[in-house]
């Protein structure tokens, strides 16, 4: 966790270094690039007020929301100062440019703000464990943005009017990216007024993207959560049921050999503990190995390889099972298998049939290692019958039998005493060495009640030795067995799980009932709680938008950036051989807040411009071309402050990469595409719409008597 901890602080100030870097590049200047370089700390610290407002910690949950939090904070700032700056250039004094700047942008911050702000906060409300551990990460991310954009409103238009001059020139680098973009917004211009002329194919190309996100979410291997190398992995070794404490500490011994000749300076294994018995309360025939590795940057084998390699070794030891088991994803109750599927009947009987045609299935699958079950009849017992009649004729009773047996083979208490104010109990029990064969019952005896005298106990006795399990287990009230196996090299745990319930109907009869436990369980519920929270978020942010710009028209418009981006990020996460789990799909529901950002920008922007009376194809492309600069730095923000979780190495980096990936490919396929796409199906279905500040000045028309009978929207030419 320590470890976990400093890899995400290490990611936390790359980026911040970088997001600073993008800006000063996109913008030239040292001193501009300070302004929006504020809002990291002001809104980091005022998300720590919150948190501890609500008693959370600092963990690597929390911590990773704010390295995403990083490139999203600077976003508001960025969008501001640029249209700010923007008109400063166009010759307005920096004051009246700070005030009216704000003030055009405004409608767009809040709106984009109120996008992620309800994209964030389903997070929260996700069923199962997955709930308890994003709770915090979605209020710490929500928190730094509102917090962003009420800075962006206020403190970095006050910034811009006292820190930007007019009529200052670019020098150096400022004047080589002003050219740039000069260059660059000529031939977006272009190739926009080419794309809108067809946009019914902007149309095609996002169904035939959508088909193709479509494609890639079935074809990517789907698990709970990624395994971690947390540096550490157990070992549980299982001598056969009976067996003394002596013969499991001999066979455990041969195991901590093997161990110990991996240990040490420049070897894979720090050290490593062992117990016997094993934790809880398991019985003398068990024990358990707590094995730590060597630093990350000390080995080249991962905590599953050596476990693997290892476990290939356990094999040898004679007399007894060793199984190496790395950490739990989440960390997830279990013993280790990823893969528990419960079988639920009437008794054990035939409960035992279904798991015997049940494994001898699942040992044939390919896609499954060590198959096994809680119910194992391996504990040997004694099932002792006393011959009524006989024991009636000798004059013995039945309760003597019992009593003499409970003594001999047992313990009775049959008194107490009292010693120094304490009660003691007197515990009467056989020795060791006279119960330690069957054979031993030929010399117990009990008295006869007709003759006084002593009659050999095997007289009375019929003796049976059988094997049985040794606990037998329950699950939802119902008698249980539980069979677990772990996941061949390459077969990811939903594909297992597919498999497992196509082999259990046609294995077991209708009346069996099949449960999961364990990360099988959690993979089920949290995968349907996820795509429930997806949907979710994405109704949200619609009736959001729609309420904002009082149309239904414009929020689609603007969502239509949420298969691009989704599509990017399955892109992404195919070419890094990543798969789809909770951490991915935590990033694709971020994606709907990020991707929806740009095509704010865009429509708000385009909306005013036809209220000022611009044509509607005009307005459109100067829209998408003045905001395409805010655009592209926002987005690379974003996408420079999740890199070093795609590219984080060392502790817990096998968890943070997926929200990198997701990040980083969907923003920027996203931002790309969006440039196009969204201009494009305003253009082919947002004719007929107006803005909200159409409707405000048509009231104040109809009050002074001069708007006559005005129309809902309003006629803009082609």
Same mark, same amino acid.
């Given at each position: 966790?320590?470890? *976990?901890?400093?890899?995400?602080?290490?990611?936390?100030?790359?980026?911040?270094?970088?997001?600073?870097?993008?800006?000063?590049?996109?913008?030239?200047?040292?001193?501009?690039?300070?302004?929006?370089?504020?809002?990291?700390?002001?809104?980091?610290?005022?998300?720590?007020?919150?948190?501890?407002?609500?008693?959370?910690?600092?963990?690597?949950?929390? %911590?990773?929301?704010?390295?995403?939090?990083?490139? =999203?904070?600077?976003?508001?700032?960025?969008?501001?100062?640029?249209?700010?700056?923007?008109?400063?250039? $166009?010759?307005?004094?920096?004051?009246?440019?700070?005030?009216?700047?704000?003030?055009?942008?405004?409608?767009?911050?809040?709106?984009?703000?109120?996008?992620?702000? *309800?994209?964030?906060?389903?997070?929260?409300?996700?069923?199962?464990?997955?709930?308890? =551990?994003?709770?915090?990460?979605?209020?710490?991310?929500?928190?730094?943005?509102?917090?962003?954009?009420?800075?962006?409103?206020?403190?970095?238009?006050?910034?811009?009017?006292?820190?930007?001059?007019?009529?200052?020139?670019?020098?150096?680098?400022?004047?080589?990216?002003?050219?740039?973009?000069? #260059? =660059?917004?000529?031939?977006?211009?272009?190739?926009?007024?080419?794309?809108?002329?067809?946009?019914?194919?902007?149309?095609?190309?996002?169904?035939?993207?959508?088909?193709?996100?479509?494609?890639?979410?079935?074809?990517?291997?789907?698990?709970?959560?990624?395994? +971690?190398?947390?540096?550490?992995?157990?070992?549980?070794?299982?001598?056969?049921?009976?067996?003394?404490?002596?013969?499991?500490?001999?066979?455990?011994? $041969?195991?901590?050999?093997? =161990?110990?000749?991996?240990?040490?300076?420049?070897?894979?294994?720090?050290?490593?503990?062992?117990?016997? !018995?094993?934790?809880?309360?398991?019985?003398?025939?068990?024990?358990?190995?707590?094995?730590?590795?060597?630093? #990350?940057?000390?080995?080249?084998?991962?905590?599953?390889?050596?476990?693997?390699?290892?476990?290939?070794?356990?094999?040898?030891? !004679?007399?007894?099972?060793?199984?190496?088991?790395?950490?739990?994803?989440?960390?997830?109750?279990?013993?280790?298998?990823?893969?528990?599927?419960?079988?639920?009947?009437?008794?054990?009987?035939?409960?035992?049939? #279904?798991?015997?045609?049940?494994?001898?299935?699942?040992?044939? /699958?390919?896609?499954?290692?060590?198959?096994?079950?809680?119910?194992?009849?391996?504990?040997?017992?004694?099932?002792?019958?006393?011959?009524?009649?006989?024991?009636?004729?000798?004059?013995?009773?039945?309760?003597?039998?019992?009593?003499?047996?409970?003594? /001999?083979?047992?313990?009775?208490?049959?008194?107490?005493?009292?010693?120094?104010?304490?009660?003691?109990?007197?515990?009467?029990?056989?020795?060791?060495?006279?119960?330690? *064969? !069957?054979?031993?019952?030929?010399?117990?005896?009990?008295?006869?009640?007709?003759?006084?005298?002593?009659?050999?106990?095997?007289?009375?006795?019929?003796?049976?030795?059988?094997?049985?399990?040794?606990?037998?287990?329950?699950?939802?009230?119902?008698?249980?067995?539980?069979?677990?196996?772990?996941?061949?090299?390459?077969?990811?745990?939903?594909?297992?799980?597919?498999?497992?319930?196509?082999?259990?109907?046609?294995?077991?009869?209708?009346?069996?009932?099949?449960?999961?436990?364990?990360? *099988?369980?959690?993979?089920?519920?949290?995968?349907?709680?996820?795509? %429930?929270?997806?949907?979710?978020?994405?109704?949200?942010?619609?009736?959001?938008?729609?309420?904002?710009? +009082?149309?239904? &028209?414009?929020? %689609?418009?603007?969502?239509?950036?949420?298969?691009?981006?989704?599509?990017?990020?399955?892109?992404?996460? #195919?070419?890094?051989?990543?798969? &789809?789990?909770?951490?991915?799909?935590?990033?694709?529901?971020?994606?709907?807040?990020?991707?929806?950002?740009?095509?704010?920008?865009?429509? +708000?922007?385009?909306?005013?411009?036809?209220?000022?009376?611009?044509?509607?194809?005009?307005?459109?492309?100067?829209?998408?071309?003045?905001? %395409?600069?805010?655009?592209?730095?926002?987005?690379?923000?974003?996408?420079?402050?999740?890199?070093?979780?795609?590219?984080?190495?060392?502790?817990?980096?096998?968890?943070?990469?997926?929200?990198?990936?997701?990040?980083?490919?969907?923003?920027?396929?996203?931002? &790309?595409?969006?440039?196009?796409?969204?201009?494009?199906?305003?253009?082919?279905?947002?004719?007929?719409?107006?803005?909200?500040?159409?409707?405000?000045?048509?009231?104040?028309?109809?009050?002074?008597?001069?708007?006559?009978?005005?129309?809902?929207?309003?006629?803009?030419?082609?």
């Amino acid at each position: 966790i320590e470890a *976990s901890m400093r890899e995400v602080y290490v990611a936390l100030g790359v980026a911040l270094a970088l997001v600073l870097v993008v800006i000063y590049v996109f913008l030239g200047s040292f001193k501009v690039t300070l302004i929006p370089a504020i809002v990291v700390p002001v809104s980091v610290i005022a998300t720590f007020i919150v948190m501890g407002a609500m008693g959370y910690t600092i963990n690597v949950l929390t %911590l990773l929301g704010l390295v995403l939090a990083i490139g =999203l904070v600077v976003d508001d700032a960025i969008v501001v100062l640029e249209n700010i700056y923007r008109r400063i250039e $166009q010759g307005e004094s920096p004051l009246l440019s700070a005030l009216d700047g704000s003030k055009e942008i405004g409608f767009a911050v809040i709106a984009t703000t109120l996008v992620l702000v *309800s994209v964030f906060v389903p997070l929260s409300y996700i069923e199962g464990d997955v709930s308890r =551990l994003f709770r915090e990460f979605g209020i710490t991310l929500a928190a730094a943005v509102l917090f962003s954009s009420l800075v962006a409103l206020t403190l970095t238009p006050m910034l811009c009017s006292k820190m930007l001059k007019r009529g200052q020139s670019r020098k150096g680098l400022a004047a080589k990216v002003d050219q740039f973009f000069k #260059w =660059l917004r000529k031939h977006y211009r272009h190739a926009l007024q080419r794309v809108i002329t067809v946009p019914w194919v902007a149309l095609a190309a996002v169904v035939a993207l959508t088909l193709f996100a479509g494609f890639l979410l079935d074809r990517l291997p789907a698990e709970y959560a990624p395994n +971690e190398d947390r540096g550490a992995f157990f070992v549980s070794l299982r001598a056969p049921e009976g067996s003394t404490l002596e013969s499991t500490d001999k066979a455990t011994r $041969q195991l901590e050999a093997i =161990l110990q000749a991996e240990t040490g300076e420049g070897k894979p294994l720090k050290r490593y503990l062992t117990r016997l !018995p094993g934790w809880g309360d398991a019985s003398v025939n068990n024990s358990t190995l707590i094995v730590l590795l060597s630093h #990350w940057d000390e080995r080249e084998e991962t905590d599953r390889e050596l476990a693997t390699r290892l476990g290939e070794r356990f094999d040898a030891i !004679p007399g007894a099972r060793a199984f190496a088991r790395t950490p739990r994803a989440l960390g997830i109750r279990g013993d280790g298998n990823p893969i528990e599927l419960v079988l639920g009947g009437p008794d054990y009987d035939q409960l035992k049939d #279904w798991r015997d045609r049940m494994q001898a299935a699942m040992e044939a /699958m390919p896609e499954l290692q060590e198959v096994d079950s809680d119910y194992q009849e391996r504990k040997p017992q004694m099932k002792i019958s006393v011959d009524r009649d006989r024991a009636a004729t000798l004059g013995v009773s039945l309760s003597n039998v019992g009593r003499t047996l409970e003594t /001999m083979l047992g313990s009775r208490i049959v008194t107490t005493y009292v010693d120094r104010g304490r009660e003691y109990n007197v515990i009467l029990m056989g020795e060791d060495a006279d119960r330690a *064969s !069957p054979d031993d019952l030929t010399n117990l005896y009990v008295r006869s009640s007709l003759t006084g005298q002593l009659v050999p106990l095997s007289n009375l006795v019929v003796i049976t030795e059988m094997a049985g399990p040794s606990e037998l287990k329950r699950y939802d009230r119902m008698r249980s067995i539980t069979m677990t196996a772990a996941l061949a090299p390459g077969v990811s745990l939903g594909e297992a799980i597919e498999k497992i319930e196509q082999v259990a109907q046609e294995t077991l009869p209708a009346s069996a009932r099949t449960s999961w436990d364990g990360e *099988s369980q959690e993979y089920l519920e949290s995968g349907s709680s996820l795509y %429930l929270t997806f949907g979710l978020a994405l109704v949200i942010v619609f009736l959001v938008l729609a309420a904002q710009f +009082e149309s239904f &028209i414009n929020p %689609l418009v603007i969502l239509v950036t949420v298969p691009l981006a989704l599509t990017g990020a399955l892109v992404g996460l #195919w070419g890094y051989g990543s798969s &789809i789990n909770v951490f991915s799909q935590i990033g694709a529901i971020l994606l709907i807040g990020l991707s929806a950002k740009n095509g704010v920008l865009i429509v +708000e922007f385009a909306n005013q411009l036809r209220d000022r009376g611009m044509r509607f194809r005009e307005a459109v492309v100067e829209a998408a071309a003045v905001r %395409l600069r805010p655009i592209l730095m926002t987005s690379a923000c974003t996408t420079f402050g999740a890199l070093p979780l795609l590219l984080g190495t060392g502790a817990g980096a096998e968890s943070r990469q997926p929200i990198g990936i997701v990040v980083v490919y969907g923003v920027t396929i996203s931002a &790309i595409l969006t440039l196009f796409v969204v201009p494009a199906l305003y253009v082919l279905f947002a004719r007929s719409t107006s803005s909200p500040q159409h409707v405000t000045r048509m009231i104040e028309r109809l009050r002074s008597g001069t708007g006559g009978e005005a129309s809902a929207a309003p006629e803009t030419p082609p």
